[in-house]
């Protein structure tokens, strides 16, 4: 490096940046440590697994001992006995997630299923006792089917979750690493005293969105290394593409962090718009579960938030094996957001 490089604002003030950082043992741990434990946990609470047995309760009646053992002979099925009391009660408190009541009808048995529609472990279970129950009665399907079961990575929650922290990551390392270190400054009377040194508005917000782009980057590929060997996560696309989106994520929401930053003057000012610009993201982006979920004349409006491209272009990447082509689209909305942001931010900016 020549020595006007080392004397350069934007050199200099980002080795304050990174040397600030390095020192924080709590920034450490929520930049490289918090998204680690919170993959595991996850992870392990949504790991695949063969289906537990469906706990269910036949109401006490005439019939029922005979119901029961009928019932019994499923391995899908827990079954207990009980009064009309103790299985509305075992329903409501979910300790079962259906009630069969045995029914007398001209010497014919019917049975009859209470359970909560809404809940979509009482819906399966009325769909399994029912097959049980018309499978003892004799009845044989016309068509003969073939259940075939698959555990393919890519198919599982791990899977989907991993880009969703991935954007999580970087929207919170960008907005909150430059958002709150600008307005911290501005506190501490810092960018006061820039202002009267030769160095210009472009580098000091340049050199704080690179410093915050070098400390995302490293902690993405940490998490990408750890659910490849924990979980075994696989990238069915190019990692050339998956650290393109990382790097314009990163670009993306350093400039909103900025943007933010421009003209706050308190931690609880910047701390109010950061989380006002962040919880319709936590929300709507598709994080832990897909955006596709919410009714479809809001979607637009999903669609252009800044997270839901990037977490939208990473599982097209890695889940789908998308090339760069087929995220065209995505990448056009971070690249624009990022750009707007920026020259938005250097425009407003005020060091006072």
């Keep these: 490096m020549s020595s006007s ?7 200099q003030l980002f080795l304050a940046r990174f040397r ?12 490289y440590v918090f998204p680690l434990v919170m993959m595991i946990a996850l992870g392990l609470a ?3 697994e063969p289906m537990e047995a469906i706990s269910i309760i036949v109401q006490d009646g005439d019939g029922t001992e005979l119901l029961a053992e009928s019932l019994r002979g499923s391995k899908s099925l827990i079954v207990s006995i009980g009064t009309e009391l103790q299985c509305r009660q075992q329903l409501r408190a979910g300790q079962s997630e259906l009630i069969v009541v045995a029914e007398t009808n001209n010497s014919e048995a019917d049975y009859r299923f209470v359970f909560d529609p809404t809940r979509p472990g009482s819906v399966h279970a009325r769909d399994v006792v029912n097959d049980v129950l018309q499978r003892a009665a004799g009845r044989k399907d016309p068509v003969k089917t073939t259940d075939v079961a698959i555990a393919e990575p890519g198919s599982r929650y791990i899977d989907f979750l991993v880009p969703g922290l991935i954007g999580m990551g970087l929207m919170g390392g960008g907005v909150w690493g430059v958002g709150y270190a600008i307005v911290d400054m501005r506190i501490r009377q810092v960018l006061k005293r820039f202002m009267g040194t030769p160095m210009k508005k472009p580098h000091f917000v340049a ?10 980057i490293p902690e993405i590929i940490v998490v990408l290394l750890v659910s490849r060997f924990l979980f075994g996560v696989i990238n069915h696309g190019s990692y050339l ?13 350093a400039g909103i962090g900025l943007l933010i930053a421009s003209r706050a003057k308190t931690l609880e000012a910047v701390s109010g718009l950061m989380n006002l610009a962040m ?3 936590w929300i709507g982006s598709g994080i832990f579960f897909s955006a596709k979920r919410f009714p479809e004349f809001v979607q637009p409006v999903i669609g252009l938030l800044p997270l839901t491209p990037v977490i939208s272009a990473l599982r097209q990447v890695m889940q789908e094996g998308s090339g760069i082509a087929m995220i065209l689209p995505e990448i056009a909305v971070i690249a624009a957001w990022g750009v707007l942001t920026f020259a938005v931010a250097i425009r407003i900016f005020r060091w006072e």
């Design 207 to 216: 050199a704080m969105m690179f410093s915050r782009m070098i400390f995302m």
């Design 241 to 253: 593409n998956v650290m393109l989106l990382i790097v314009l994520g990163a670009f993306e929401f």
């Design 20 to 31: 600030e950082f390095i020192r924080q043992p709590e920034a450490v741990f929520w930049s």
């Design 46 to 48: 949504f790991r695949s």
């Design 5 to 11: 490089w080392k004397m350069h604002p934007v050199t």
């Design 279 to 281: 919880v319709p993201m």
